[in-house]
């Protein structure tokens, strides 16, 4: 039986499988880079990033496995065509069991969260009423992201089929040529040409291939600029809706 989607299962098999590489040593070089910007010779070059320091969860506190990297998350988002944007875009209703835990995190980081970011399908910083797994985070000393709260439902087990053409135009190009070519394979002899003349396979099948692949690459050409089509690697963190 095919199941929904949970992201948080994806962002963690997504995480295990960078560290699997060399995530660790991405990781460190993040934490090297951070120190060095906060450090006494940079304070005052950067002096708005250290005021918002105070506002940002030191990662040394809080769970580990519920911490995860701008690289996963941005994966997932391409992946499953997600929106990772500040918490303010967010139009439905934080529940009161998200607000209590955040209250709650802030008492015992005994600091004003900021820096707060929702994870979710676009729908839901359009429509109000759309409820689908959105998932609050908070950023970290390290820019990475804590994970404080998920609810809503779950992604429906199609998702990743219908958002593989939008990742990128390769994907796009892919599966045009696939549906092509299956339009290709399955279209009777009869409405090619003659077939008493010419046999099923042929020259002919590849010069129909070729022309359905223009005739709906046009099409989905003008589409995409009639609606101003965004691939999903694109629009993952654009706040333009």
């Known amino acids: 039986m095919l199941q929904s989607i949970q992201i948080i299962g994806e962002l963690e098999r997504e995480r295990k499988r960078l560290l699997n590489l060399d995530g660790k040593i991405i990781e460190q070089a993040n934490r090297v880079l951070k120190n060095n910007l ?5 304070v ?3 002096l708005k ?3 918002q320091s105070f506002e940002l969860i030191h990662e040394n506190t809080v769970e580990r496995e519920k911490i995860f990297g701008l690289v996963e998350i941005k994966t997932i988002c391409i ?21 209590d835990l955040l209250n709650e995190f802030a008492t015992k980081q005994k600091k004003r969260i900021g820096k707060l970011k929702v994870l979710g399908p676009e729908e839901v910083f359009r429509n109000a009423k759309y409820n689908v797994d959105p998932i609050i985070f908070a950023e970290t000393e390290n820019g990475n992201y804590y994970l ?3 609810w809503g439902n779950k992604l429906p087990w199609y998702v990743p089929l219908t958002t593989f ?3 990128n135009i390769e994907n796009l190009v892919v599966t045009l040529a696939a549906f092509c070519l299956i339009l290709t394979l399955t279209i009777p002899q009869h409405w090619i040409m003659d077939t008493s003349k010419f046999p099923y396979w042929g020259m002919h099948r590849f010069a129909l291939f070729f ?10 050409l003008f589409f995409m600029l009639s609606f101003r089509f965004g691939f999903t690697s694109s629009k993952w963190d654009d706040d333009r809706l």
């Open 211 to 220: 022309h359905l692949f223009i005739l709906f690459g046009a099409l989905l």
């Open 148 to 150: 404080i709260h998920q």
């Open 44 to 46: 005052l070059e950067n």
């Open 49 to 51: 990033l250290y005021n």
């Open 165 to 167: 053409p939008l990742r």
């Open 79 to 99: 992946n499953f065509n997600l929106r990772f944007l500040d918490i303010k875009k967010f139009k439905g209703q934080i529940p009161s069991e998200a607000a």
């Open 38 to 42: 906060f450090s006494q010779k940079n």
